[in-house]
Each structure stands twice: as C-alpha cells, then as structure tokens.
C-alpha cells in the first residue's frame, strides 16, 4: 500500500470513524453551551511519524468545544447559519471527487449542476432569460465581483446607508475606489435608505463631476434585518442610469417564502443580487452567491485569455466560471447546494423560513409585554432589537448577564448611537424551545 493512499478497508474503517464523530457532535448539540470562552492547550506540532485517526479527533473534538456553537439551536447573535449535515455530505463527495469545475470542459456534468442551483435561483428572484451568476466563498467575494463589473470608469461613487453591510465599502476599497466615494445615505424612521436623500445627492455629485455608477439596497441588514424600498431603488437606478445592487447575504433567502417576496418586492429589477446560502439556506459556511441580470456584464470584466487555455473547449449551455468572477482554481461549490435541495425538497427550505420569520415574530410579541424593554420593530425579518429603557450602562450589564450564563449567544450593535441587543432567528436547528427560553432568560434577568 502506498503511505497516502489508504487501503479499500482502511477508507471504509476510516468513514466509519469520522461519520460516528459527526453523529456524536450533531447529537450532542442540544446540550451544549452556546459559548465556551476557555482556551485550547493541546500538542498540535506536525512531526514526520504517522498518529492514529482516534488520537487526532480527540484533538478536533477538544479544539471545536471552545468558542461560539454556530452549530446549535441557541446561537442567536451574528447572522446564524446552521452547517446542514447533508450539505456537509455533499462536501464530502466533491472533495473526493476533486473535479475541477472552473472550466466546463474540465467537469461538465458538475458544472451543469452548479449551473442548474444558478439558474433555479435566478428564477426564485424574478430574473429575466440571460441571467445568471456564480457561487462564491460569500457575499463579500460577490460584492466585490459585482462593484468590479459595474464599474465603468476607474473612478466614480456608489450610494449605501449606514446599515449597508461593510462589505460594499471594503469592495470599493479592494477595487481601487477612495474612501470618500462611498457615499453614506440618510435612512427614514425604520433604518431604511431614503430614495429622495440619495436623488438628492446623486445630483448634487453629477453637478460637482463626479460620476455615480452604483446604488446598494439591502434585503435585511445586519443590525436589525431591515428592508430597503428596493422598487423606489430600483426606479431611481433606472432613472439615473446607475447599477442597482442588492445585499441579500441574511436575508435573501426569505424570497423563497410568501412574505419574504412580498417585502422584497422590486428585487428582481436588481442588476446583481448577493446571497449567503451559507445562512438562509441554513448549508455549512463558505457558500456565497452572485445573480446578474445580464451575466455578459461578467464576462466583460473577468473573460481573460492565455495560450495554456487552448486545449479546452467549449460545452454549449455551460459557463466557465473562470469568465464570471476572480477565481481561477476555485472549488466545485453546486454540489453542496444541490443536492440538500434535491434531497428534502425546495419547500421543506420554504417551510424552516416560514417557521423562522414567525418564531421572531412570536419573540417581539413577548419582549414587547416586558416593562422597561425598549424595542426596534416589528422585525421586518428574523431578528428582533431591544435595549433596557435605563439607558445604555443597564442594556450593556443585561447583555454581559446573558453572555455570562452561556446558554444562548446573543450579539449587539449601536443604533444612532445608542446600544442595543440583537436576538437572530436564521439556524434550521432553532425551535420555538430555544427562541422562547432565551426570551425567558432575558426576562429573568432584567
């Protein structure tokens, strides 16, 4: 036997392992502390002996105790995102499988699959034929593929609000942009950018000569999942000749339910939409995605060629990916998509969004009853905003409080200067349980 090839009984001893080491963890979830702040002290030196399998996931085991449970039910701070085992399997495959799917002519029946996740979603926003996209590490990556594509002129300025995530303004910056050129939009009463504000300063940018190119509307923002008015967006856009970009990282996904669309009405004018499967479609982190309206806009600002590429072909309906975005060699990433999606079927994701928008729902309605809680809301989407009437110091010792018990994991952020905790509805894992029980402990505390 070769020393890094392992024997047909080897592998199979060797996935039966690691499978009864990820059953043990997933089944372990529910009781687990949301958070372990302790410090992980183990041997980890690399050394040219050969250790045994069991030895090393006892290390894993012991390094992935210490930290945020992302995994579990009671992470509700950040943007949650599940790790759906059954896209971890997928992981799995495409890794064995090693395909290189940058390239069609590479691997073409799996780029046909990731082209079929592309195109279901394209369809799921309302975008027209000729649309389309590519999977990426996350919607910061997204972001900066589409910033670089809408650009036309090396310089010019793009408009967001003080809750577009940051993401959009570290793209302008990585694209070469100066500070100054992301220009920071008034929000209206419920945190959501003002179309007027931002006609305003379009023009008043145009009359000193600079050149606009790009306005980003988010569907659901970090802080508080509010909902810009993406068809107002989208008709100034129009109007002005500018790109419209949506952020749809958190809150994308809610477009496969009934009110999701229905808040999100305007979306499919987009030009480009980001989206993090990793959080609403509830799959392991490092799958994010771009939609364009018109996927020419990406060949234009990424198709290169090179004489080592003239062996390859063309396959007929399929991209290369390598023409979409920046990433030569990147992993095959459809086949974590796909096949959850294939193998519980679209609605039973439909059916965790719904239950997701309503535990939120229900968490506000019983917050809301607390005397002394001051609460941004209704939510728009699956996070709820509250703070201690008392001011910030009793908000900021509520939180430390809530912390310090470990059971759930919230996380903060300051409105208009002012601080508040956020309460994240997104994992698949998160129950009525585990939403009312923080909701209970908060209750205790204050």
């Not at 905790?421 to 129950?431: D, E, G, K, P, Q």
Request: glycine share 10%; aromatic share 6%; net charge negative.
């Amino acid at each position: 036997m070769l020393p890094l090839e392992p024997s047909d009984a080897e592998l199979r001893e060797l996935g039966t392992t690691a499978l009864e080491f990820v059953a043990s963890f997933v089944a372990g979830l529910p009781g687990k502390p949301a958070h372990d702040p302790g410090v992980f002290a183990a041997d980890l030196s690399i050394t040219d002996d050969a250790r045994p399998v069991g030895e090393l996931l006892d290390t894993v085991r012991a390094a992935a105790a210490l930290g945020v449970e992302t995994a579990g039910p009671r992470y509700l701070g950040y943007i949650p995102a599940g790790g759906l085992i059954t896209s971890a399997i997928a992981g799995l495959l495409t890794s064995a499988l090693n395909r290189f799917g940058t390239v069609a002519d590479m691997a073409p029946g799996l780029v046909a699959i990731e082209e079929s996740v592309l195109r279901w979603l394209c369809r799921e926003f309302g975008l027209p034929p000729g649309s389309g996209g590519v999977l990426t590490t996350g919607a910061s990556l997204a972001t900066l593929t589409a910033v670089v594509a809408a650009r036309r002129t090396p310089d010019g300025t793009l408009y967001v609000s003080e809750h577009t995530h940051v993401c959009v303004a570290k793209a302008a910056a990585i694209a070469g942009l100066p500070p100054e050129s992301v220009r920071i939009v008034p929000v209206d009463d419920d945190l959501r950018m003002d179309p007027l504000a931002a006609a305003r300063m379009i023009d008043q940018d145009r009359r000193r000569g600079l050149v606009p190119f790009l306005i980003a509307g988010t569907a659901g923002t970090t802080d508080t999942g509010a909902v810009d008015p993406l068809a107002e967006l989208a008709g100034l856009a129009r109007r002005e000749d500018l790109w419209f970009h949506v952020d749809g990282a958190y809150g994308g996904a809610f477009q496969l339910t009934g009110r999701g669309r229905a808040r999100f009405a305007g979306i499919e004018q987009a030009d480009s939409i980001t989206l993090d499967p990793h959080k609403g479609l509830f799959l392991p982190y490092g799958i994010g995605a771009l939609l364009v309206r018109d996927t020419a806009t990406l060949d234009r600002a990424y198709h290169r060629q090179a004489a080592y590429y003239q062996d390859l072909g063309r396959r007929e309906g399929l991209p290369d990916y390598a023409h979409r975005g920046l990433e030569l060699t990147r992993d095959h990433r459809g086949l974590r998509v796909w096949l959850p999606l294939r193998l519980h079927g679209v609605q039973a994701f439909r059916e965790a969004l719904d239950e997701k928008l309503d535990l939120a729902a229900q968490a506000y309605e019983q917050l809301l009853r607390f005397p002394g809680l001051e609460l941004l809301g209704p939510p728009q989407l699956s996070t709820v905003v509250f703070r201690l009437r008392a001011g910030d110091g009793p908000t900021e010792r509520l939180f430390d409080e809530i912390r310090a018990r470990r059971r759930y994991f919230l996380t903060s952020t300051r409105i208009r200067g002012r601080f508040f905790i956020r309460l994240c509805v997104l994992s698949h894992r998160t129950h009525a349980e585990h939403v009312l029980g923080a909701v209970e402990e908060i209750r205790s505390l204050i």
